[in-house]
Nanobody
Framework: QVQLVESGGGLVQPGGSLRLSCAASGSIFSVSAMGWYRQAPGKQRELVAGIVSGGSTNYADSVKGRFTISRDNAKNTVYLQMYSLKPEDTAVYYC????????????????WGQGTQVTVSS
């Protein structure tokens, strides 16, 4: 059993900052790619940022220069530091991780967190 638990969402004014965290726990042998997605009301879920175990990152054009993704491999945790937040960043943010189970050799699966609400409003 693997769980991803997110924290750090909330209400912030435009121009403000938030930091999201997502910790993976359970029967984990290895974690490769981790990422953050978001879904606004009436819209499809979209990739915000991704990071692989070696540290390479990629970002959606809409957040480049404002968001920073990082990870702590020892803690199986991924972070999303968000600066200069805009109302259009309002969404439920989900973390995702590609995890190899310690129970079933060579078994990789994608896992999702429960989501955390980020609201940018004055």
């Amino acid at each position: 059993q693997v769980q991803l638990v997110e924290s750090g969402g909330g209400l912030v004014q435009p121009g403000g900052s938030l930091r999201l965290s997502c910790a993976a726990s359970g029967s984990i042998f290895s974690v490769s790619a981790m990422g953050w997605y978001r879904q606004a009301p009436g819209k499809q879920r979209e990739l915000v940022a991704g990071i692989v175990s070696g540290g390479s990152t990629n970002y959606a054009d809409s957040v480049k220069g404002r968001f920073t993704i990082s990870r702590d491999n020892a803690k199986n945790t991924v972070y999303l530091q968000m600066y200069s937040l805009k109302p259009e960043d309002t969404a439920v943010y989900y973390c995702n991780a590609q995890i190899q189970s310690s129970l079933v050799p060579y078994s990789w699966n994608a896992y999702w967190g429960q989501g955390t609400q980020v609201t940018v409003s004055s």
